[in-house]
């Protein structure tokens, strides 16, 4: 069965960093893209960021750009969003996605398997 379990979650300090894993079984994961999306208490879930299975390119949501970083490595099949320059409203559970042979999409609907999260809280 598909798993995909989030880890390095964490209380930060606003202006510092931290690097979330998404480690993933029982699909092929070479062939999925890989999304990041969170959700703060009281919102929608939101997309973060994604990186496409074949090409890598990547897609961030306008508020992290410039600050997150995307990346994967298929031979540990595990996605990476590296989060610089954090900020209080960054707060929110994290959440990665695969959507198998996906294009670059920003939708949740978009993507076929999800993690149960982990925590991201940063303290101004």
């Known amino acids: 069965q598909v798993q995909l379990v989030e880890s390095g979650g964490g209380l930060v300090q606003a202006g510092g960093s931290l690097r979330l894993s998404c480690a993933a079984s029982?699909?092929?994961?070479?062939?999925?893209?890989m999304g990041w999306f969170r959700q703060a208490p009281g919102k929608e879930r939101e997309f973060v960021a994604a990186?496409?299975?074949?090409?890598?390119?990547?897609i961030y949501a306008d508020s992290v750009k410039g600050r997150f970083t995307i990346s994967r490595d298929n031979a540990k099949n595990t996605a990476y969003l590296q989060m610089n320059t954090l900020k209080p409203e960054d707060t929110a559970v994290y959440y990665c996605?695969?959507?198998?042979?996906?294009?670059?999409?920003?939708?949740?609907?978009?993507?076929?398997?999800w993690g149960q999260g982990t925590q991201v809280t940063v303290s101004s």
């Open positions: 996605a695969a959507a198998y042979f996906g294009e670059l999409r920003t939708t949740r609907g978009a993507y076929d398997y």
């Open positions: 990186i496409m299975w074949r090409s890598g390119s990547t």
């Open positions: 029982g699909l092929t994961f070479s062939s999925c893209t």
